[in-house]
């Protein structure tokens, strides 16, 4: 589980975001939508420990994400929106070093291909070099690791960016497969499709603050699209 309480952070004199109050829990994907700056990105960041929080609290799994951070990191995955791997070895080489790297296991071959399968990567192409791999086939291989490692919870930052709608929606069918194993998927993305496509609750941040939250189930995509657009001028004439 996912957890911000009263969840600030402040850059000078910008409140980049204020007093984030969010629930994520296992078996959800909530999908954070809003424009640049809108504190998206800085979410995700604190829960990382990639920067502190000037007050409140990011909880991964009920464990304070800037006091015991390496505690935290262990029930993780983060997929950014470009997946780092090494170019020279191939998707199998590159589950076997980074899931190894991770806890210390090494995996036969056989169930590294099946990780890298159920992610959606064809097993024709996971002894082939990444280098040669699309975008979409890296974050396959991206989600193979956060399934070796058995994450609890899944951060992910702008994932479908540059990806065709074939490989998005691929990518969609791979996160309810998360899903359905009881993560918590927390999603930074503008892509309102996708939004509508794999969250169980859309949340649509403006300057720093959650200011609406919905049910995925309740809204089509044009009704998200209204209701976004609508959150925007009403932030507009507030700020």
């Given at each position: 589980?996912l957890e911000?309480r009263?969840?600030s952070k402040?850059?000078?004199d910008t409140?980049?975001l204020?007093?984030l109050?969010l629930?994520?829990?296992?078996g959800e994907?909530?999908?954070?939508?809003?424009?640049n700056?809108a504190?998206k990105?800085?979410?995700?960041?604190?829960?990382?420990n990639?920067?502190?929080?000037t007050?409140?609290q990011a909880?991964?799994?009920?464990?304070?994400?800037?006091?015991?951070p390496?505690r935290?990191r262990?029930?993780?995955a983060y997929i950014?929106e470009?997946?780092t791997?090494?170019p020279?070895l191939?998707?199998?080489e590159?589950?076997?070093y980074?899931s190894?790297?991770?806890?210390?296991?090494?995996?036969?071959q056989?169930?590294?291909?099946?990780l890298?399968?159920q992610?959606?990567?064809?097993?024709?192409?996971?002894a082939q070099?990444?280098g040669?791999?699309s975008?979409?086939m890296?974050q396959?291989v991206?989600?193979?690791i956060a399934?070796?490692r058995?994450a609890r919870?899944l951060?992910l930052d702008?994932?479908t960016?540059?990806l065709?709608?074939r490989a998005?929606?691929?990518?969609a069918a791979?996160?309810?497969a998360?899903?359905?194993q009881g993560?918590?998927?927390l999603?930074?993305?503008?892509?309102?499709?996708?939004?509508?496509?794999c969250?169980?609750?859309v949340?649509?941040?403006?300057?720093?603050?959650?200011?609406?939250v919905?049910?995925?189930?309740t809204?089509?995509p044009?009704?998200?699209?209204?209701v976004?657009?609508?959150s925007?001028?009403?932030e507009?004439?507030?700020a």
């Amino acid at each position: 589980m996912l957890e911000a309480r009263s969840l600030s952070k402040r850059y000078g004199d910008t409140l980049a975001l204020d007093r984030l109050d969010l629930t994520v829990a296992p078996g959800e994907v909530f999908c954070l939508l809003g424009p640049n700056g809108a504190g998206k990105t800085t979410t995700v960041n604190l829960f990382l420990n990639f920067v502190s929080p000037t007050s409140g609290q990011a909880l991964v799994c009920g464990i304070d994400a800037e006091k015991e951070p390496q505690r935290a990191r262990r029930a993780l995955a983060y997929i950014p929106e470009m997946v780092t791997l090494y170019p020279a070895l191939s998707g199998l080489e590159n589950l076997g070093y980074f899931s190894t790297l991770a806890d210390g296991v090494q995996r036969p071959q056989g169930e590294l291909l099946r990780l890298l399968t159920q992610a959606g990567l064809d097993a024709a192409r996971a002894a082939q070099k990444v280098g040669g791999y699309s975008k979409g086939m890296r974050q396959k291989v991206g989600i193979a690791i956060a399934m070796a490692r058995g994450a609890r919870a899944l951060l992910l930052d702008e994932p479908t960016s540059g990806l065709d709608p074939r490989a998005a929606n691929e990518f969609a069918a791979s996160i309810d497969a998360l899903r359905r194993q009881g993560v918590a998927v927390l999603m930074v993305t503008h892509d309102l499709f996708l939004a509508r496509q794999c969250a169980t609750r859309v949340g649509i941040m403006q300057r720093g603050r959650l200011v609406t939250v919905l049910d995925a189930a309740t809204v089509d995509p044009a009704g998200l699209e209204r209701v976004y657009l609508e959150s925007s001028m009403e932030e507009g004439l507030t700020a």
